[in-house]
């Protein structure tokens, strides 16, 4: 048997068992066969099930796929780059990650294999991108190599302010504190999803470091693909490391520092560039746009939006990235108002595009029923490493199926999708890019 991708938009999969009706896969999706690509329709297994399918619209080639998971009011992007290389961008708040993993390498088999995640991103500490990570990394399944972070912690006691030391400077009120490796973490007052995070990656002994602008191209030994670091942007204090402090000097929670200061990742596969930008605010856009060549290097084709599409955004931001394709991270738990009306507006005006693809996780997403889905989440977390348990989980991923935005591209077309509760089909697009 040999494995082949779709190469076309859609194809359609006819299953040999009768009482399955007729699905369609999209560009990208593997499937199992022994036949070469342009034989005819041939017999094929897709996911454990067997049917029919035309190998004329499949290849040899895998594409470079990005999973925009719907994570409720958290963030959770899964890429697997054409070389099987396999990146996690934050984890959201709750089990929703970790019930993708499970459903998508089938994780509740007893056959399943394990899965490397060669590396991790934490864009920062904040709970809806943190929390959801202390499964995934603990499961004896799932192997995390690396870990990269933006080096801002969040603490409850010990020093000035929740994020660490702030001090007053000529160029400004400061954060000084920043931490590298998991060690500089140890003995410190830390939030209890901090404290949690941190004893799981001592467990695991993953590697763990800190990323700024300066940091080097990230190397996921995949030579088809490049992670650029654009932010954060450090300064210098007595000759140390330092974080220009967003917020006002009497608010020690420094909500708007540890956003603006998330880690920035710009991920190109050929010629389409992808740019996650995390929860980077209005202060954070005026910081890095301040840089020379910063704009240049934001250019996108496609961007996640930052922070859940919220009002904290600035519009040279957006017309610095002019993205054709914009996927927003949001939900109705806890109903904060994401995605806002103005930045809906200004994403589709700053495309390059004149027929610009605006993909909200939330409104993909909210229209499924399900009965189990009053089943709470929270189950997962408790039962992630139960064996007779975790198949709970892929069945709860289910009725997220709608809210999950695929992207995927070849490095010279890019091909999105999202799948439609009426008649469990897709609403596919394929763009050619625009300069």
């Keep these: 048997m040999a494995t082949l ?25 593997e499937v199992e066969t022994g036949a070469a690509p342009g034989t005819g329709r041939v017999s094929a297994t897709y996911r454990g099930r ?29 890429i697997v780059t054409p070389g099987f ?3 996690l961008i934050d984890g959201g708040r709750g089990a929703e990650a970790f019930q993708f993993l499970v459903w998508k ?72 504190t920043r931490h590298d490796a998991i060690t500089d973490l140890a003995g410190l007052s830390l939030t209890r999803d901090m404290d949690d995070w941190r004893k799981v990656i001592v467990q695991e002994n993953t590697a763990f470091g800190a990323v700024d602008s300066s940091s080097p191209p990230i190397d996921v030994g995949d030579p088809a693909v490049t992670l650029t ?12 490391p330092a974080y220009a402090w967003f917020d006002a000097p009497s608010d020690a929670a420094g909500a708007h520092t540890v956003n603006g200061h998330s880690v920035v990742l710009r991920l190109d596969c050929g010629n389409v560039r992808v740019l996650f930008p995390g929860d980077i605010n209005i202060e954070g856009s005026d910081h890095l ?11 996108s084709h496609v961007l996640k939006a930052p922070h859940h599409g919220s009002h904290e955004f600035t519009r040279s931001f957006l017309e610095a990235v002019r993205p054709q394709t914009t996927v927003i991270s949001s939900g109705d738990d806890h109903d904060y108002g994401h995605p806002r009306p103005n930045f809906l507006g200004v994403i589709g005006a700053a495309s390059r595009s004149d027929e610009p693809l605006v993909y909200s996780t939330e409104l993909a997403g909210n229209f499924i029923v399900d009965a189990d889905a009053a089943a709470a989440d929270a189950t997962d ?22 809210g999950l935005i695929n ?12 799948r439609v509760a009426a008649s469990f089909q897709f609403i596919t697009y394929e763009q050619d890019l625009v300069p």
């Design 105 to 176: 390498y089938r994780l509740d088999l007893p056959a399943s294999p394990d899965v490397d995640i060669d590396l991790l991103v934490i864009s920062h500490a904040d709970e809806d991108h943190l929390a959801g990570l202390k499964n995934i990394v603990g499961h004896p399944h799932i192997h995390v190599k690396r870990v990269i972070h933006s080096g801002i912690g969040k603490f409850k006691s010990g020093f000035n302010t929740k994020l660490g030391s702030r001090v007053n400077t000529p160029q400004g009120l400061m954060l000084t």
């Design 5 to 29: 991708y779709v190469s076309s938009r859609t194809v359609r999969f006819d299953p040999d068992d009768p009482q399955q009706s007729m699905f369609t896969l999209l560009y990208g999706d």
């Design 229 to 240: 670091v654009l932010g954060p942007h450090l300064s210098q204090v007595n000759g140390a």
């Design 50 to 78: 067997l049917g029919k399918i035309d190998s004329a619209r499949l290849t040899t080639k895998h594409p470079c796929e990005l999973y925009f998971i719907d994570a409720g009011q958290g963030d959770a992007t899964f």
């Design 407 to 418: 992207v995927r591209t070849d490095g010279t077309t890019i091909y999105t999708a999202r």
């Design 85 to 87: 290389k396999k990146i």
């Design 289 to 299: 746009l301040a840089l020379p060549g910063f704009a240049a290097q934001a250019a």
């Design 381 to 402: 977390d408790a039962n992630a490493l139960n064996g007779a348990l975790i198949g709970q989980a892929r069945r709860r991923f289910k009725r997220y199926l709608n």
